[in-house]
Structure formats: structure tokens, C-alpha cells
């Protein structure tokens, strides 16, 4: 079965930096592009980066592009973003999502809520 | 940046009811790599359709998704309790992917 579990988030206050993981189990984990993908309290999904299985290729969204930085370790089935100088704006769940290989999100985890307060 | 507009933002319906879900782009999408997901509150994001037309595996055949270009559509045949959601459609162009913002389908 197909798992990814996202770790905790938590409260960062402005200006902050966070870490976030995703653990993959139950596939192949080094032979598919991941991604991370968001949404803000009342406000629809948005998609943040992908990496390509070798991290060899990696995309970002305007809005988190030079702030946030996407990272995977294939020896521990394991998907990173690195997320600085937060603002309330990042205050969302944030998701890491399975590429189908047909430009889509097969799976995806549970999620993990981030607050940028003070 | 390729936008996608979804329409309506609300779809007030019955159970047994057919649901016309809208989505359109402001560029053509390429390869017609548009997926259709739906969302409900406090879980994640389930994939329905890619390529526009492809139903995902399980997914069942009440819903169908269709079109191309800039104009694409998420039909739900006979909509059942457990359809009541928000849809986003999502589209991928090669260095970016975009989502539209959402049609939420209701219990009238």
C-alpha cells in the first residue's frame, strides 16, 4: 500500500525557517518525480515544487521560488522542503504528492498544517 | 502562467442528479495534461481523471472527464452522497503546474 506521511508542522513566527519531510513507503520511492502542494485556510490548492527522482530537475511556483527548497533521499524513501523567511501568507496544510507519471497526483498524504504567527 | 477558471463556484444539486463541472484555461494545454481531483475537508486530495479523460484506477464510471485545448469538463452521471465535494481541476505545462480555484457540488 502506497503511504506518505507528512511530518509535523507547527507555529513559525515571521521570518522563520521550517523543515518539512515526507515519508514514502509501499512503492518505488526513487523512480518518481513528488511533489509538494498547499492550501491556505478557505483558499483552493496550490502547487510549490517537483523534483525529479535523481533531484536532478526541480521546479518551483513563483511564490516560494529563492525561499523554499525542495530535496529527496532516495536511500530513505524520504521528500524535504525547506521553507525560510515564512510570512503569514505560507500559513497553510501542506502536502506531498506522488507524480502519476501522466502530469498528475496519484497519492497523497494526509497532510500537515504550517502557521506563520507571532 | 497557464490559469485555469473553474465554473460554477458552487453547484447546488441533488443525490441522482448530473453534475456539469467547468474548467478553462487561459493557454492551450499541452498534451492535454489536465487532471480533475476532488477534495474533501480534513483529507487529501483524490485524483478522478488525467489526461483530460482517463479515469484514475478505482475511480468509478459515473464520472468522466472530457475536452481539449482551453475548454475542458468533469461530468458526474448520477451524483451519490459521497460526491459532495470540491473539485479542482489542474493542469501541468512542463515547468509548471497550476490548479484552477475550485467548484465546490453541494446537497440542494
Known amino acids: 500500500e502506497v503511504q506518505l506521511v507528512e511530518s509535523e508542522g507547527g507555529l513559525v513566527p515571521p521570518g522563520g525557517s521550517l523543515r518539512l519531510s515526507c515519508a514514502a513507503s509501499?512503492?518505488?520511492?526513487?523512480?518518481?518525480?513528488m511533489n509538494w502542494v498547499r492550501q491556505a485556510p478557505g483558499k483552493g490548492l496550490e502547487w510549490l515544487s517537483q523534483i525529479a527522482p535523481t533531484g536532478d530537475a526541480i521546479l518551483y511556483a513563483a511564490s516560494v521560488k529563492g525561499r523554499f527548497t525542495v530535496s529527496r533521499d532516495n536511500a530513505k524513501n524520504s521528500l524535504f522542503l525547506q521553507m525560510n523567511s515564512l510570512t503569514a501568507e505560507d500559513t497553510a496544510v501542506y502536502y506531498c504528492?506522488?507524480?502519476?507519471?501522466?502530469?498528475?497526483?496519484?497519492?497523497w498524504g494526509q497532510g500537515t498544517l504550517v502557521t506563520v504567527s507571532s | 502562467e497557464n490559469v485555469l477558471t473553474q465554473s460554477p463556484g458552487t453547484l447546488s444539486l441533488s443525490p441522482g442528479d448530473r453534475a456539469t463541472l467547468s474548467c478553462r484555461a487561459s493557454q492551450s494545454v499541452i498534451d492535454s495534461n489536465l487532471a480533475w481531483y476532488q477534495h474533501k475537508p480534513g483529507q487529501a486530495p483524490r485524483l478522478l481523471i488525467h489526461?483530460?479523460?482517463s479515469r484514475a484506477t478505482g475511480i468509478p464510471d459515473r464520472f468522466s472527464g472530457s475536452g481539449s485545448g482551453t475548454d475542458f469538463t468533469l461530468t458526474i452521471g448520477r451524483l451519490e452522497s459521497e460526491d459532495f465535494a470540491v473539485y479542482y481541476c489542474?493542469?501541468?505545462?512542463?515547468?509548471?503546474?497550476?490548479f484552477g480555484q475550485g467548484t465546490k457540488v453541494e446537497i440542494k
Open positions: 509501499g512503492f518505488r520511492f526513487s523512480g518518481y518525480n
Open positions: 504528492a506522488r507524480d502519476s507519471s501522466r502530469a498528475s497526483a496519484d497519492y
Open positions: 489526461g483530460a479523460s
Open positions: 489542474q493542469q501541468a505545462d512542463g515547468s509548471t503546474w497550476t
